[in-house]
DNA sequence: GTCTATATAAGGATAGAC
DNA sequence: GTCTATCCTTATATAGAC
C-alpha cells in the first residue's frame, strides 16, 4: 500500500526534525523528502509548527502509553519489575530512535517549540518512579540509593545511547543501531543497574 | 574591569547557543543581548559561525585540557583514580554548564556547524578510557562490564544532568544547578558506580 | 568601534490556476 | 491535491558615515 502524502509528510518530518531540529527544518527540506512542493504541505497541515506537533504529541503519547502497560503488566516487585519496565521502555526507543532524539532536543530547549512543556507532562511518570524506588529501597530490595537520582541517572543513560547516535557511531566506529550494538547496550544496562541496586 | 565587547560578544553568544542552540539564535539576539547592533558583532567576528567556533572549540580545548590534567594529576589505581578523573570533570561542567548543552547539540546534531567532528576529537580520550577499564577489570579492581558501555553510561549519566536542566527544572520543581543540588548529583553518581563497579 | 542604510537570500505562508 | 507565483518577514552580511 503507498502512504498518504499526510504519512509521507509526517514520516520525513520526523526524520529531519530529529537530525536537525525544528529551526535547522525548513518546509523545503521535507518537501523535498517528500517529493513534493512547499505549498502542497501546507494543505495538509496548517502550519510548521503543526506537522512538528503531530509529529512530536503522537510519538510521545506512544511512549507514554507503551511505559503504562509495562508497569501494569507485571505485579512483581523488586528487580524483575523493573527490569520488565526498562526492557519495554528500551523497546520503545529501538522502533522510535528518531523520537528520542527529538524529545532530547525539547528537554535541551527550555521554551519548546509547542505550548507543552515535556517536564510537566512527565512529571507524573517520574513521581511514580520515586514511589516505586523508596517503596523497594524501603523494604530492603534495593540498595540505598536517593529514588529522583537513580531515576536521572538511568533515563540519562538509555536516552543518551540514542540521543547521540551520531556522535557514538563516529567514537564506536560502527553502528549504534545494528540490532547486535542495541542488543549488547541493553545487556549491558540491565546487568550495570542490577549489579549497582541489588543488595 | 569592564569586559571587552569581543568578550561581551563570546559571553552571551554562549548563553544563547546553549538555550537555543545555533540555528534558533540570530546575530539579532546576540547583539540585544550585548547592547549592540548586529553589523558591531561582525565588526569582531568574520560571520555568525565564526562566533560559534570561539565559543565551542574555545570551551571544548579548556575540557580536554582539564581532563588531561586530571588524569595526570593522580597515578593510583582503581576507584580512587576514577572517582579523581570523574570528579573534575563533573566539576568543570559546573562551571560551564552552558557548554556542556553546546556540547550535547553537536553531538545531536550528526552534521555539525563546524567542520570539526566532536566524535573524532573525542576518540582519543574515549579509547584511552577503554584502555583503564580493560586494566582495572582485568586487575580484579572492577567488577566485569563491557569498557565501552561503562563509558557510554556514566558520560550519559553525567552529561544528560547538566544538558536537559531546563527539563530537570521542571520535573524536580527546583533549581538543578544550585550549590546543595549539584553537590546531591556529584554524591550520587560517585555512590551509584562504586556500588556497580567494586567487587 | 559603532552606527544607519542596504543588498541579498531564505523562510513561512497565501492566492489562485489546473 | 498539487502546482506556480507572490507576499511578507527575518536572517546574514556589506558599505560607508561618524
Not at 530529529?18 to 518537501?31: H, K, R, W, Y
Not at 504529541?57 to 523488586?78: C, H, K, M, N
Not at 567514537?171 to 546487568?191: G, I, K, T, W
Amino acid at each position: 500500500m503507498v502512504p498518504s502524502s499526510r504519512e509521507a509528510i509526517l514520516l520525513e518530518a520526523r526524520r529531519c526534525f530529529a537530525e536537525q531540529g525544528f529551526d535547522g527544518t525548513s518546509l523545503n527540506d521535507i518537501a523535498a523528502g517528500v517529493g513534493l512542493r512547499k505549498p502542497s504541505l501546507l494543505h495538509h497541515f496548517a502550519s510548521k509548527e503543526a506537522i512538528y506537533r503531530d509529529v512530536f504529541e503522537t510519538s510521545l503519547a506512544d511512549f507514554i502509553v507503551r511505559v503504562e502497560a509495562a508497569v501494569a503488566e507485571q505485579d512483581q516487585a523488586g528487580w524483575s519489575k523493573l527490569d520488565h519496565v526498562v526492557t519495554a521502555a528500551f523497546e520503545f526507543f529501538t522502533d522510535n530512535a528518531e523520537f528520542v532524539r527529538i524529545m532530547r532536543r525539547e528537554a535541551l530547549d527550555g521554551q519548546g517549540h509547542l505550548g507543552v512543556d515535556l517536564g510537566t507532562v512527565l512529571k507524573p511518570l517520574f513521581d511514580r518512579a520515586v514511589g516505586f524506588f523508596e517503596n523497594e529501597i524501603g523494604a530492603g530490595r534495593f540498595r540505598k540509593h536517593d529514588p529522583e537520582q537513580l531515576i536521572i541517572t538511568g533515563t540519562s543513560a538509555i536516552m543518551g545511547y540514542f540521543s547521540d547516535v551520531p556522535f557514538w557511531r563516529g567514537v564506536l566506529d560502527r553502528d549504534p543501531l545494528s540490532e547486535d550494538a542495541l542488543a549488547a547496550r541493553l545487556d549491558h544496562f540491565r546487568e550495570f543497574f542490577r549489579a549497582a541496586l541489588e543488595p
